[in-house]
C-alpha cells in the first residue's frame, strides 16, 4: 500500500510495484516487483531521494524485501 503511496499519493494496491500473490499449488505468496511500467503497475524506482525506500521502512520481513530491492538494482546496472 505505501508502494502506490509514493508514486500517486493514494493507497491503490493497481499502482503499486510490489504484487503479492497466494501461490497457486502449497500454503504462502509470491512477492512480485515490476521492472516495466504498463497494466500492472507502476516500476518500482527504488523511491530515490530517502534514505530506505517505502515498502522496506514498512514491511515485516525487511531483509527479504531488501534483497528483492538489491536484486532488481543490480539488474538495472
Known amino acids: 500500500m505505501v508502494c502506490s503511496f509514493h508514486h500517486k499519493g493514494l493507497f ?3 499502482v503499486s510495484s510490489i504484487k503479492i500473490l497466494e501461490r497457486e499449488s502449497g500454503p504462502g505468496f509470491n512477492v512480485w516487483l515490476l521492472e ?3 497494466m500492472d503497475g507502476i516500476a518500482c ?3 530515490p531521494g530517502l ?3 517505502f515498502c522496506v521502512e ?4 525487511k531483509e527479504d524485501l531488501r534483497s528483492f530491492l538489491d536484486a532488481l ?3 538495472r546496472e
Open 12 to 14: 491503490e494496491p493497481s
Open 36 to 38: 516495466e511500467t504498463g
Open 45 to 47: 524506482d527504488g523511491c
Open 51 to 53: 534514505e530506505e525506500p
Open 58 to 61: 514498512y514491511c515485516r520481513e
Open 73 to 75: 538494482k543490480k539488474k
